[in-house]
């Protein structure tokens, strides 16, 4: 190790860029008790920027009795939107989420379906074909607008209320997302119980049904510590879009066994270590998850915040 970085060791079977895609300020701040004060909110994805993510998920424009984290979508979007260089998606859950986000600026659209029925009820309040019909005008008009549209896909592995997620319910949603003309898709471990051969098991699966790697992102919460190895299976299989929180922030209020999202020091760690270039700064990420946790009054989870935060 040197200056506190990893040393870098290229392992050739894997990709030599990965594009990180923040989740830190969305799905990480989404669950939190107090409520953030929006000017920090928005220096969190300002300093989120400013240590190279190009990708920083903004927030959701929700219904906000049902996320009230996130009841100042409209301020914090008008706070950061326009940083140079930078993509800051945000969720929609339907047309009304959808107009507001258009109505200020939003370039970069997520929709966000279940492969579960009871998730989708839960998080949505319909079924997973309500869901699907709601976001496909919602994604149609998107793309007419000329924004990006991601489709998230949640409970790809397993579903607190239902187990093991049959692999053929992941495949047919995700071929419905990508049939109303979702540019990508992520593959969501929401409450994190699945296992490097079951996410190698399941992109072999999408692929034999015709749905591409380079169409794929993954989204891992780290609830039994396999966020990280989750993602070394999947970048064995050509995945190049990996979700991630800054300080392991996170959890879904309608997933109850969710913790929080892969941290995106942890894979910056490893990622670097491999050789692979995320144009992220690992130290100036660290010292933002180090004043965010601050803010929020409790030390972040991750395991690289921590060592490196601890060193001196
Ligand atoms: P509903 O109660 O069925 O809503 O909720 P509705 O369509 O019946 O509308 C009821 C009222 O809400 C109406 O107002 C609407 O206008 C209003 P009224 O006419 O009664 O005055 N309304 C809205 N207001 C503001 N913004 C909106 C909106 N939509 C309706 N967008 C709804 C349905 C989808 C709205 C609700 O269930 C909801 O907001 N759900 C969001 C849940 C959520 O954000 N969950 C967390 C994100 S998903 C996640 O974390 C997983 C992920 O990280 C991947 C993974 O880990 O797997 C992405
Ligand atoms: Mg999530």
Redesign the pocket.
């Known amino acids: 190790m040197t200056d506190g970085l990893p040393m870098p060791v290229p392992d050739p079977q894997l990709p030599t860029r990965v594009r990180i895609y923040e989740?830190g300020a969305?799905?990480g701040l989404?669950n939190e008790k107090e409520t953030v004060p929006t000017e920090v909110k928005a220096e969190f994805i300002h300093r989120l920027a400013a240590a190279g993510l190009t990708t920083v998920e903004a927030t959701?424009?929700?219904?906000?009795?049902?996320?009230p984290q996130?009841a100042d979508a409209e301020a914090l979007f008008t706070q950061v939107a326009g940083i140079e260089g930078v993509r800051l998606p945000v969720?929609?859950?339907?047309a009304?989420?959808l107009d507001?986000a258009l109505a200020l600026g939003a370039r970069d659209i997520?929709v966000?379906a279940?492969a579960t029925e009871s998730f989708a009820k839960a998080?949505?309040?319909?079924t997973v074909d309500e869901?699907l019909a709601?976001f496909e005008p919602v994604v149609a008009r998107a793309k007419a607008e000329g924004a990006q549209v991601r489709g998230?896909?949640?409970?790809?592995f397993g579903d607190p209320w239902e187990g093991p997620v049959p692999a053929a319910q992941v495949v047919r949603v995700c071929r419905r997302l990508l049939d109303m003309g979702c540019d990508e898709l992520?593959l969501?471990?929401?409450i994190g119980v699945a296992t490097p051969g079951q996410v190698a098991s399941l992109l072999t699966d999408l692929n034999t049904e015709g749905i591409r790697t380079d169409r794929l992102g993954v989204?891992f919460?780290d609830t039994y510590g396999q966020a990280l190895s989750n993602t070394l299976a999947a970048l064995r299989h050509g995945v190049t879009t990996v979700?991630a929180s800054a300080g392991g922030l996170?959890g879904?209020?309608?997933?109850k066994s969710?913790t929080g999202?892969l941290a995106t020091e942890d894979l910056v760690w490893m990622l670097h270590g491999l050789g692979i270039d995320t144009g992220v700064d690992l130290t100036a990420l660290t010292a933002t998850s180090v004043w965010m946790a601050e803010q929020l009054g409790r030390p972040s989870p991750s395991r690289t915040v921590r060592a490196l935060s601890h060193k001196e």
């Open positions: 989740v969305r799905d989404q959701s424009f929700v219904h906000p009795k049902w996320v996130l969720l929609v859950p339907n009304r989420g507001r997520a966000f279940s998080n949505l309040n319909r869901a709601v998230y896909l949640s409970m790809c992520s969501g471990d929401t989204h919460h979700d996170g879904c209020p309608y997933a969710a999202n």
